[in-house]
T-cell receptor, first 113, second 114 residues
């Protein structure tokens, strides 16, 4: 039972354009959502998060949007850069400050120069 | 500042062997956890600890033991390795288990069980 799903295994975008990575979830008890970025042979690195009581959070080129009614969140990267090429994981935490991250399968982003 | 350090980076074991994956953090974080990453499945929580002396099971705990005798260290033990435990293992830590505290990951241990 996959509670967090990233249905697109890969995405290819031209440098300078917008990258949109999508994530769907099924559990209404999630209270925080996070995006992690992972390069080969390295651990995931925290990128940006959003509380379930908000619908948007922005940090520089990265913006996360949350649509609770659709149980959907997305990560927008504008403008995309070749260094953004990595695997992006969506993750969620169940309310109650458990610290337990539930990860999606990941989406591989390739930004072409 | 080293962050989260995992050793070894690579290991090959034979079925039935035991080993300990080491994890240490120097950020004085209370919360530590272990995940495994398998192809097409993202990361799954094995065990976690909210502080020294306290551990609990995650989503996939079978075949693994943990202990937390100090704040800094959180070793993961495989008592009798099985091929199904071939995976990449990540250790993570955060200031607390509060939802707004992002977790910091080590660079992983790639483990192969023959």
């Amino acid at each position: 039972d996959q509670q967090v799903k990233q249905n697109s295994p890969s995405l290819s975008v031209q440098e300078g354009r917008i990258s949109i990575l999508n994530c769907d979830y099924t559990n209404s008890m999630f209270d925080y959502f996070l995006w992690y970025k992972k390069y080969p042979a390295e651990g995931p690195t925290f990128l940006i998060s959003i509380s379930s009581i908000k619908d948007k959070n922005e940090d520089g080129r990265f913006t996360v949007f949350l649509n609770k009614s659709a149980k959907h969140l997305s990560l927008h990267i504008v403008p995309s850069q070749p260094g953004d090429s990595a695997v992006y994981f969506c993750a969620a935490i169940i309310s109650g400050n458990t610290g337990k991250l539930i990860f999606g399968q990941g989406t591989t982003l390739q930004v072409k120069p | 500042n080293a962050g989260v350090t995992q050793t070894p980076k690579f290991q090959v074991l034979k079925t039935g062997q035991s080993m300990t994956l080491q994890c240490a953090q120097d950020m004085n974080h209370e919360y530590m956890s272990w995940y495994r990453q398998d192809p097409g499945m993202g990361l799954r929580l094995i065990h976690y600890s909210v502080g020294a002396g306290i551990t609990d099971q995650g989503e996939v705990p079978n075949g693994y033991n943990v202990s937390r005798s100090t704040t800094e260290d959180f070793p993961l033990r495989l008592l009798s390795a099985a091929p199904s435990q071939t995976s990449v293992y990540f250790c993570a830590s955060s200031y607390s288990q509060n939802s707004n505290q992002p977790q910091h990951f080590g660079d992983g241990t790639r483990l192969s069980i023959l």
